[in-house]
C-alpha cells in the first residue's frame, strides 16, 4: 500500500493512460487550431486526434456518405481544373445543404472539446498517479516501450494504420484499415498506378475517379501527423512510469540515484 500511494493514486480524477488488451488511449494537450485544421480536412478526424474515436467514426462515415451522395469532391476536382460549369452540374445541393451543417459542427466541436481536454490535462499533469505500462489477456500483448516516431511515419505512408498497429491502437488502426481499402478500391488507385509504370497516360485518367481519389491525402497525411503525435506521447508516459517505477522500488528521485541492493558475502543477494 506504502509503495502505491508514492508512485501514484490508482484511481486519479482525469486518468492520463488507459491501456487495455482491446487498444491505448490516453488524456493529451491538444493545439486547438491543428485540431480545427483536421476538422476542417476531414470531419472526424479532429475527434480522433483527441482520442474520441465513437465521435470521430460517426462524423467520419457521415463524411463519407453525405460527401459522395452530394459529388463533393467531383465538383472540388472540377473546380480545381476550372470547369465551373460541370462542376455546378455535378454538384447535389440536397445534400450538399445537409454537409454544410454537419461540416461546422465537426470543427466547432473539436475546437471547444480540445480546449476543455486542455484543462483537465494540466490537471492531469499535477496529480500524481500510477500509469500501467502493461497488459496482458488471452488474444493479446500489450505494452508501453520506447519507439522511434520516424519509423511509425514510415509504416504509415506504406499503409495509413500499419503505423497505429505498430503502437498497439488497434481499435484506431482497424478504422483506418477500412477507410484505406475501401478508399484505394473506390478510386481506382491501383489501375492508375499500373496504367503509370505501363506509361498509358490515356489509362490514367479512366483509371481514377476523382470522388474518392480527393480522400487520399487526408488520410495519408492524418495517419502519418497522429503516428508521430501518439508516438512522441506515449513515450513520455513510458518515460515518466519508469521513473515513479523505479525510483519507488530502488531509490528517492530527490537522490537522483538508484539505490540497488549490495550483493552479500558469499556472492548472495
Known amino acids: 500500500m506504502k ?21 491505448i488511449n490516453y488524456l493529451r494537450w491538444n493545439n486547438v487550431y491543428m485540431t480545427v ?7 472526424g478526424f479532429g475527434q480522433w486526434y483527441q482520442g474520441r474515436y465513437f465521435y470521430g467514426l460517426v462524423l467520419i462515415v457521415w463524411e463519407f456518405f453525405i460527401n459522395v451522395m452530394a459529388h463533393l469532391n467531383t465538383a472540388i476536382y472540377y473546380t480545381m481544373a476550372g470547369r465551373f460549369k460541370e462542376a455546378g452540374d455535378v454538384l447535389d445541393q440536397r445534400w450538399f445543404l445537409m454537409y454544410i451543417a454537419i461540416y461546422i459542427f465537426a470543427v466547432w466541436d473539436s475546437y471547444f472539446t480540445g480546449v476543455e481536454l486542455n484543462r483537465r490535462g494540466a490537471v492531469a499533469e ?27 511515419i514510415i509504416w504509415s505512408l506504406l499503409v495509413p494504420g500499419a503505423g497505429h498497429f505498430w503502437l498497439q491502437r488497434k481499435v484506431l488502426a482497424v478504422f ?37 481519389f480527393l480522400f487520399i491525402p487526408s488520410l495519408y497525411m492524418f495517419a502519418c501527423y497522429d503516428t508521430y503525435v501518439s508516438t512522441c506521447r506515449l513515450n513520455e508516459l513510458f518515460m515518466e512510469e519508469q521513473e515513479k517505477y523505479l525510483t519507488v522500488s530502488w531509490g528517492r528521485a530527490s537522490t537522483g540515484k538508484i539505490a540497488f541492493p549490495k550483493a552479500k558475502e558469499g556472492g548472495g543477494t
Open 3 to 23: 509503495r502505491q500511494q508514492e508512485n501514484g493514486n490508482l484511481n486519479p480524477r482525469y486518468p492520463k493512460l488507459l491501456l487495455t488488451g482491446t487498444s
Open 37 to 43: 485544421w483536421w476538422g476542417l480536412s476531414f470531419p
Open 126 to 152: 499535477h496529480e500524481p498517479q500510477s500509469l500501467k505500462s502493461f497488459s496482458l489477456n488471452s488474444l493479446s500483448v500489450d505494452f508501453l516501450m520506447f519507439r522511434d516516431p520516424r519509423l511509425g
Open 176 to 212: 483506418f484499415f477500412v477507410c484505406w481499402m475501401m478508399t484505394v478500391y473506390m478510386s481506382g488507385l491501383p489501375q492508375g498506378v499500373l496504367a503509370t509504370f505501363l506509361g498509358d497516360a490515356g489509362g490514367i485518367g479512366r483509371a481514377f475517379d476523382p470522388q474518392w
